[in-house]
Protein backbone atom coordinates (compact mmCIF):
# COMPACT_ATOMS: atom_id res chain seq x y z
CA UNK A 1 0.00 0.00 0.00
CA UNK A 2 1.19 3.28 -1.18
CA UNK A 3 1.50 5.53 2.15
CA UNK A 4 -0.83 8.56 2.82
CA UNK A 5 0.05 11.73 1.36
CA UNK A 6 2.99 13.83 2.56
CA UNK A 7 4.01 15.85 0.32
CA UNK A 8 2.29 19.03 -1.71
CA UNK A 9 -1.36 18.16 -2.19
CA UNK A 10 -1.47 19.17 -5.95
CA UNK A 11 0.72 17.20 -7.32
CA UNK A 12 -0.53 15.01 -9.72
CA UNK A 13 -2.66 17.38 -11.56
CA UNK A 14 -3.63 14.90 -15.13
CA UNK A 15 -6.58 17.05 -16.59
CA UNK A 16 -8.20 20.78 -16.69
CA UNK A 17 -12.01 21.12 -17.66
CA UNK A 18 -14.40 23.33 -18.55
CA UNK A 19 -17.72 23.74 -18.87
CA UNK A 20 -20.03 24.98 -21.44
CA UNK A 21 -23.75 25.14 -22.89
CA UNK A 22 -22.74 24.25 -26.55
CA UNK A 23 -20.26 20.90 -26.71
CA UNK A 24 -20.12 21.23 -30.29
CA UNK A 25 -18.90 25.14 -30.71
CA UNK A 26 -16.46 24.55 -27.61
CA UNK A 27 -15.31 21.93 -30.07
CA UNK A 28 -14.75 24.30 -32.86
CA UNK A 29 -13.18 26.65 -30.48
CA UNK A 30 -10.63 24.14 -29.22
CA UNK A 31 -9.70 22.96 -32.88
CA UNK A 32 -9.08 26.25 -34.65
CA UNK A 33 -7.95 28.26 -31.81
CA UNK A 34 -5.92 25.41 -29.90
CA UNK A 35 -5.64 23.21 -32.56
CA UNK A 36 -6.68 20.60 -30.85
CA UNK A 37 -7.85 18.46 -34.11
CA UNK A 38 -10.04 15.92 -32.37
CA UNK A 39 -11.93 14.94 -28.72
CA UNK A 40 -13.26 11.48 -27.82
CA UNK A 41 -16.99 12.58 -26.99
CA UNK A 42 -19.13 10.68 -24.88
CA UNK A 43 -22.52 10.52 -22.77
CA UNK A 44 -22.69 9.60 -19.44
CA UNK A 45 -25.13 9.17 -17.08
CA UNK A 46 -24.20 7.74 -13.82
CA UNK A 47 -25.51 7.84 -10.03
CA UNK A 48 -23.94 10.99 -8.02
CA UNK A 49 -24.52 12.31 -4.64
CA UNK A 50 -24.23 16.23 -4.73
CA UNK A 51 -23.50 18.50 -1.98
CA UNK A 52 -25.79 15.59 -0.20
CA UNK A 53 -28.43 15.16 -2.49
CA UNK A 54 -28.95 11.99 -4.59
CA UNK A 55 -29.87 11.59 -7.99
CA UNK A 56 -28.48 10.61 -11.55
CA UNK A 57 -25.64 12.80 -13.26
CA UNK A 58 -26.25 13.61 -16.72
CA UNK A 59 -23.30 14.94 -19.10
CA UNK A 60 -21.91 15.08 -22.12
CA UNK A 61 -17.87 14.71 -22.37
CA UNK A 62 -15.16 15.03 -24.70
CA UNK A 63 -11.86 14.31 -23.61
CA UNK A 64 -8.23 15.21 -25.60
CA UNK A 65 -4.46 14.78 -24.24
CA UNK A 66 -2.24 17.26 -25.26
CA UNK A 67 0.96 16.31 -23.59
CA UNK A 68 0.69 15.31 -20.24
CA UNK A 69 -2.60 17.13 -19.62
CA UNK A 70 -6.23 15.67 -20.22
CA UNK A 71 -8.53 18.94 -21.38
CA UNK A 72 -11.91 17.97 -20.55
CA UNK A 73 -15.26 19.98 -22.15
CA UNK A 74 -18.20 18.82 -20.26
CA UNK A 75 -22.21 20.37 -21.33
CA UNK A 76 -24.41 19.28 -18.38
CA UNK A 77 -27.31 17.41 -19.63
CA UNK A 78 -30.09 18.27 -16.97
CA UNK A 79 -30.89 21.03 -14.46
CA UNK A 80 -30.76 18.71 -11.36
CA UNK A 81 -27.64 17.22 -10.04
CA UNK A 82 -25.87 18.69 -12.89
CA UNK A 83 -25.99 22.59 -11.61
CA UNK A 84 -22.60 22.01 -9.82
CA UNK A 85 -21.33 22.54 -13.22
CA UNK A 86 -24.14 24.91 -14.74
CA UNK A 87 -23.93 27.23 -11.92
CA UNK A 88 -20.50 28.17 -13.28
CA UNK A 89 -22.07 29.75 -16.69
CA UNK A 90 -23.66 33.24 -17.08
CA UNK A 91 -26.79 33.54 -16.13
CA UNK A 92 -27.40 35.46 -20.05
CA UNK A 93 -26.85 32.35 -21.78
CA UNK A 94 -24.07 33.52 -23.93
CA UNK A 95 -21.21 31.13 -25.05
CA UNK A 96 -18.20 30.42 -22.69
CA UNK A 97 -15.77 27.47 -22.28
CA UNK A 98 -16.10 28.49 -17.85
CA UNK A 99 -12.90 26.90 -16.07
CA UNK A 100 -14.46 24.32 -13.53
CA UNK A 101 -11.85 22.30 -11.81
CA UNK A 102 -8.10 20.94 -12.29
CA UNK A 103 -8.13 16.49 -11.28
CA UNK A 104 -5.53 14.97 -9.21
CA UNK A 105 -4.97 11.14 -10.37
CA UNK A 106 -4.62 9.21 -7.20
CA UNK A 107 -2.10 5.93 -8.17
CA UNK A 108 -2.03 2.29 -6.72
CA UNK A 109 -4.69 0.49 -5.26
CA UNK A 110 -8.47 0.61 -4.07
CA UNK A 111 -6.73 0.94 -0.61
CA UNK A 112 -4.55 3.54 -1.81
CA UNK A 113 -7.98 5.22 -2.59
CA UNK A 114 -9.50 5.17 0.66
CA UNK A 115 -6.02 5.78 2.66
CA UNK A 116 -5.72 9.21 0.26
CA UNK A 117 -9.96 10.40 0.54
CA UNK A 118 -9.15 9.60 4.04
CA UNK A 119 -6.39 12.31 4.64
CA UNK A 120 -8.27 15.11 2.61
CA UNK A 121 -9.25 16.24 6.09
CA UNK A 122 -12.40 19.05 6.95
CA UNK A 123 -10.45 21.56 5.49
CA UNK A 124 -11.34 19.66 1.78
CA UNK A 125 -14.59 18.95 2.17
CA UNK A 126 -16.22 16.28 -0.64
CA UNK A 127 -18.84 17.76 -2.82
CA UNK A 128 -19.66 15.50 -5.38
CA UNK A 129 -18.96 12.14 -5.62
CA UNK A 130 -19.83 9.57 -8.93
CA UNK A 131 -19.77 5.99 -9.27
CA UNK A 132 -18.71 4.69 -12.04
CA UNK A 133 -17.88 0.81 -12.79
CA UNK A 134 -13.82 0.70 -12.74
CA UNK A 135 -13.41 4.14 -11.28
CA UNK A 136 -13.72 6.36 -8.41
CA UNK A 137 -14.08 10.16 -8.50
CA UNK A 138 -14.98 13.24 -5.91
CA UNK A 139 -14.46 16.81 -6.22
CA UNK A 140 -13.47 18.72 -2.90
CA UNK A 141 -15.17 22.20 -3.20
CA UNK A 142 -11.84 24.39 -2.61
CA UNK A 143 -13.65 27.60 -3.97
CA UNK A 144 -12.99 29.41 -0.89
CA UNK A 145 -8.94 28.52 -0.72
CA UNK A 146 -7.87 28.41 -4.37
CA UNK A 147 -11.00 29.10 -6.44
CA UNK A 148 -11.84 26.20 -7.69
CA UNK A 149 -13.17 22.22 -7.42
CA UNK A 150 -10.40 19.56 -7.67
CA UNK A 151 -11.17 16.31 -8.51
CA UNK A 152 -9.58 13.31 -7.33
CA UNK A 153 -10.01 10.19 -9.47
CA UNK A 154 -8.78 6.46 -9.42
CA UNK A 155 -8.90 4.25 -11.99
CA UNK A 156 -8.64 0.11 -12.53
CA UNK A 157 -5.88 -1.14 -14.56
CA UNK A 158 -8.69 -1.71 -17.07
CA UNK A 159 -10.10 1.48 -17.44
CA UNK A 160 -7.02 3.41 -17.49
CA UNK A 161 -5.93 1.08 -20.18
CA UNK A 162 -8.94 1.26 -22.18
CA UNK A 163 -9.21 5.40 -21.75
CA UNK A 164 -5.46 5.23 -22.81
CA UNK A 165 -6.19 3.60 -26.11
CA UNK A 166 -9.41 5.76 -26.97
CA UNK A 167 -8.53 9.11 -26.04
CA UNK A 168 -7.09 11.15 -28.57
CA UNK A 169 -3.45 11.82 -27.14
CA UNK A 170 -1.41 15.18 -29.42
CA UNK A 171 1.96 16.69 -28.72
CA UNK A 172 2.27 20.13 -28.91
CA UNK A 173 5.91 19.59 -30.37
Known sequence: MIPPLTGPALGNVMQIAWVTRDLERSLEQ??????VPEFLIMDQTFP????????????????ANVDAIQLELI???GDGLERIYSDVLPR???HVNAFHHICVKVEGTLDDWDAYIAALGPERPVAYV???EGARFCYTDERDTIGMYVEHVWFSPEVAARMQAAIPTYSSR
Open 92 to 94: DGR
Open 30 to 35: FKAIYR
Open 48 to 63: AIVFGEKGEMKLRLAL
Open 130 to 132: GFV
Open 75 to 77: QPM
